[in-house]
């Protein structure tokens, strides 16, 4: 059996609009037996052929994204924006089946560690300007470990914090759901709806969320990595597509996974790629 390498050529493989489409020709990895270099022309390209392969349907990009959702910022932008967010790596108290919240108790484990510095690994090629955190412990301790090296301080937002589960934080999820029946099936099946001492916790993270894409986006630099929280990342995706409260559960992100946004001048977001895992599992390095 003969095995080997080849490459080609592929117009205008960038899935983004023009006004993100400036970046040079890259070439992928070849572990899996095939080489792909993008390039936006070639040669003995045509201008008649160069036009239609310009055209985004050719290659499936998005010509735009005007309108397609609401303003995160209510203001005009100086440039466009990408931002990645990233879920922290394994706590403790993941490990454990409790319930977090907004507690600072729960550590990250040596496996989430390792989580950490394979997303370290996996960004190392993307260049950031600058990384915004949650302060509680077991994402600081992530982005700590993501962002070493690199020059520009971490930045700790209040508005990057987990929701406040109230008396829930800290139960093992099996108790909470004997101990407090009601709250724990509202909470799981009904969250929008979660009520506890007299507050509605995922509707306020819906809030939350909205006041963190303000500070995220308003920031000086157009590149931005956010490592955050499992809760707090389903508020930030849901109020970016524009999407309620009662679809809270409708995302999932796992320890580690990566999630990435462009957004234009109108501070209107379009979801480019939704729980990345694949450097969870290999060796893979992102370029986007």
Same mark, same amino acid.
């Given at each position: *059996? ?6 080609? #050529? ?16 890259? #070439? ?8 792909? %270099? ?33 303003? !995160?910022? %209510?203001?005009? !932008? ?16 993941? $490990? =454990? ?33 600058? +990384?915004?955190? @949650? ?12 962002? %070493?090296?690199?020059? =520009? ?12 589960? &109230?008396?829930?934080?800290? *139960? ?9 029946? #009601?709250? &724990? ?21 819906? =809030? ?22 499992? @809760?707090? $990342?389903?508020?930030?995706? +849901? ?6 409260? =009662? ?17 234009? #001048?109108?501070?209107?977001? *379009? !979801? %480019?790629? !939704? ?14």
């Amino acid at each position: *059996m003969i095995s080997g390498v080849f490459s080609f #050529k592929v117009p205008l493989c960038s899935t983004l609009s023009s006004e993100f489409n400036s970046r040079r020709p890259v #070439k992928y990895d070849t572990r899996h037996g095939i080489q792909i %270099q993008c390039s936006n022309s070639s040669p003995d390209m045509n201008l008649a052929t160069e036009t239609i392969q310009s055209d985004a349907s050719i290659s499936g990009g998005a010509y735009g994204f005007e309108n397609a959702t609401t303003s !995160l910022t %209510q203001k005009l !932008l100086s440039s466009s924006k990408k931002v990645t967010l990233v879920r922290h790596g394994l706590s403790s108290w993941n $490990l =454990e089946g409790r319930v977090q919240g907004s507690s600072n108790l729960s550590i990250l484990t040596d496996t989430g560690v390792r989580q950490a510095e394979m997303c370290r690994q996996a960004l190392v090629n993307i260049d950031f300007d600058r +990384c915004f955190s @949650s302060p509680i412990s077991r994402a600081k301790t992530t982005a700590e470990v993501i962002w %070493q090296e690199r020059e =520009e301080p971490l930045v700790f937002l209040d508005s990057l914090k987990e929701a406040h589960l &109230f008396y829930l934080e800290g *139960m093992r999820n099996v108790d909470a759901r004997e101990k407090y029946p #009601k709250e &724990f099936t509202t909470w799981r099946e009904d969250p929008a709806n979660f009520y506890v001492n007299g507050v509605y916790p995922v509707r306020e993270l819906w =809030e939350t969320a909205r006041e963190a894409w303000k500070e995220i986006l308003l920031s000086p630099g157009q590149n931005f990595l956010v490592i955050t929280h499992k @809760s707090i $990342l389903r508020a930030l995706i +849901c109020t970016a597509l524009g999407l309620d409260p =009662e679809r809270f559960r409708a995302i999932d992100v796992n320890n580690g996974g990566i999630c990435v946004f462009n957004v234009n #001048k109108q501070g209107e977001a *379009m !979801l %480019q790629s !939704l729980n990345l895992t694949a450097h969870m599992y290999t060796d893979h390095v992102y370029l986007y």
